[in-house]
């Protein structure tokens, strides 16, 4: 495996390159046109400090950054790094809620992947273990190439026992966009499907209640 490190990353450039020398990777530190690190022109991250993380919300930034990843990679995250002290004192020095910083992230959660690391090298070392299952393609559940802007759609495509054609016809014919959608669906709802029978329907709520909480 190889992975290619933007040569912006500043002080980590020449850190993280010998990291993962020393791992057994040929690493390279070049121009990269999207995100900070790549692993075999295939798995992409866009590295944040916490700071730099809240800078990028409050700019936008950080949505064009993961939709440029979106669009270009079958494999993309976002990687944040920083304790939860460091991020009660970003918090407090940059005015953000909670609830801003946790809504950006969830909002990226829908079509793409946010990773949490508490200092610099667990995150070098989660990307590269990342980097090597998504490479493997060893999933628990169904692979998910590309995540749709469709949370809803993201969260049954992950159930290795749903079809993506079943998927497909739960949002034409019910028009399911959000968990709030997926909530609402009674056995009723879906055995009305043409292509939907009473196995699937159940097989559907059960997985829906194991995945979404009841308020």
Partial sequence: MYVKIDNREKDRTQIACDYYTQKGLNAEITTLPVGDYIFNDKVVFEWKLISDFIASVKLKRVFNQSIEMYENFDYHYVIIVGSDVELENCLVLDGLRPSAYYGAITRLNTYTTVINAPDEFT?????????????????????????????????????????????????????????????????NDLINIHGIGPKTANMILEYIGETIPSN
């Fill in 123 to 187: 995150a070098y070392e989660l990307m590269m273990c990342q980097a090597e299952k998504c490479l493997d393609d060893d999933f628990v559940y169904k692979r998910l190439p590309i995540k749709t802007p469709n949370p809803a759609q993201n969260l049954l495509l992950l159930c290795k026992d749903i079809g993506d054609e079943t998927v497909k016809l739960l949002k034409d014919e019910l028009h399911i966009y959000s968990f709030k959608d997926l909530k609402q669906l009674s056995y």
